[in-house]
């Protein structure tokens, strides 16, 4: 552990995820450095930690889509002497549609946010890590990395199956100095992602076993990059769902993702 308190950066900090990854590491004695794009829900959550952990927090709001946020961003931490021991990729969204009903600045902007820029916050601030000899990445992938991809949202499981295995290769190459990395893999989970993608009433219908709250997936999280793992898949069912998919053929996982992907885009039209 470092000398002082662990500085915690945690990007898409304004709700859902990022902001219990800020409660759970405020509770445990970290100060926190928050960025979203949404300044006043960060500021909120600024406040709150503050008077119920007598934290140092700082936010620093960016869009991780415009291409100089990540530079932008560490230039900022650097100029207020902040050094990140955990960082922890959290921010994302989902583009709801098929490949060619997009506009490409609409994908550009969706592999910026989710592949990009959290590949350039890594290689930003890994160096610091390294040289203090501890340091924390959590990479907030899904399991939708470890499945068949779906039609429709169709950058999603790519984004994610990528941030897996950056993060495996990541971790084999400092855990030795005293940094771990963890792609952290939840599945549903109680946010407001699915009300942003406007896919709400088609996951009301999932049922309720399939689902976790951002504190249980946090949680895991939390023990998972503590404990060495490099890859947490969260959750009893979504484990279950992982096991089943690699004992499958690939040619029968992919009919049954294209299946259930079509049965649920049904069930949307009827609803």
Same mark, same amino acid.
């Given at each position: 552990?470092?000398?002082?308190?662990?500085?915690?950066?945690?990007?898409?900090?304004?709700?859902?995820?990022?902001?219990?990854?800020?409660?759970?590491?405020?509770?445990?004695?970290?100060?926190?450095?928050?960025?979203?794009?949404?300044?006043?829900?960060?500021?909120?959550?600024?406040?709150?930690?503050?008077?119920?952990?007598?934290?140092?927090?700082?936010?620093?709001?960016?869009?991780?889509?415009?291409?100089?946020?990540?530079?932008?961003?560490?230039?900022?931490?650097?100029?207020?002497?902040?050094?990140?021991?955990?960082?922890?990729?959290?921010?994302?969204?989902?583009?709801?549609?098929?490949?060619?009903?997009?506009?490409?600045?609409?994908?550009?902007?969706?592999?910026?946010?989710?592949?990009?820029?959290?590949?350039?916050?890594?290689?930003?601030?890994?160096?610091?890590?390294?040289?203090?000899?501890?340091?924390?990445?959590?990479?907030?992938?899904?399991?939708?990395?470890?499945?068949?991809?779906?039609?429709?949202?169709?950058?999603?499981?790519?984004?994610? !199956?990528?941030?897996?295995?950056?993060?495996?290769?990541? !971790?084999?190459?400092?855990?030795?100095?005293?940094?771990?990395?963890?792609?952290?893999?939840?599945?549903?989970?109680?946010?407001?992602?699915?009300?942003?993608?406007?896919?709400?009433?088609?996951?009301?219908?999932?049922?309720?076993?399939?689902?976790?709250?951002?504190?249980?997936?946090?949680?895991?999280?939390?023990?998972?990059?503590?404990?060495?793992?490099?890859?947490?898949?969260?959750?009893?069912?979504?484990?279950?769902?992982?096991?089943?998919?690699?004992?499958?053929?690939?040619?029968?996982?992919?009919?049954?993702?294209?299946?259930?992907?079509?049965?649920?885009?049904?069930?949307?039209?009827?609803?």
């Amino acid at each position: 552990m470092p000398a002082t308190r662990p500085l915690t950066l945690v990007t898409g900090a304004s709700a859902g995820i990022g902001a219990a990854f800020a409660r759970d590491l405020a509770a445990h004695g970290h100060d926190l450095v928050l960025t979203a794009r949404r300044t006043e829900r960060l500021e909120t959550l600024a406040q709150e930690l503050r008077s119920a952990h007598a934290r140092t927090v700082t936010v620093l709001p960016a869009d991780l889509a415009d291409p100089a946020a990540v530079s932008q961003l560490c230039d900022a931490l650097q100029a207020r002497g902040l050094a990140v021991d955990w960082l922890i990729n959290n921010a994302g969204y989902g583009v709801p549609g098929t490949f060619e009903s997009n506009d490409w600045p609409v994908h550009e902007a969706f592999i910026r946010v989710l592949m990009t820029a959290p590949t350039e916050l890594a290689w930003r601030l890994l160096p610091g890590m390294r040289e203090r000899g501890y340091g924390r990445i959590i990479n907030v992938a899904s399991l939708a990395g470890h499945v068949p991809g779906s039609a429709g949202h169709t950058l999603y499981a790519a984004s994610k !199956a990528y941030l897996i295995k950056f993060s495996q290769s990541l !971790a084999l190459e400092n855990r030795h100095l005293g940094v771990n990395v963890c792609a952290l893999c939840p599945g549903f989970t109680w946010s407001e992602f699915h009300d942003v993608t406007g896919t709400r009433p088609l996951m009301n219908k999932l049922p309720a076993f399939m689902w976790q709250t951002a504190e249980a997936v946090v949680r895991e999280g939390h023990d998972a990059v503590e404990h060495g793992d490099v890859v947490h898949v969260t959750g009893g069912v979504n484990r279950f769902i992982k096991g089943m998919v690699k004992m499958l053929p690939d040619r029968l996982t992919l009919w049954l993702s294209g299946r259930e992907s079509k049965r649920y885009r049904d069930l949307g039209e009827l609803g």
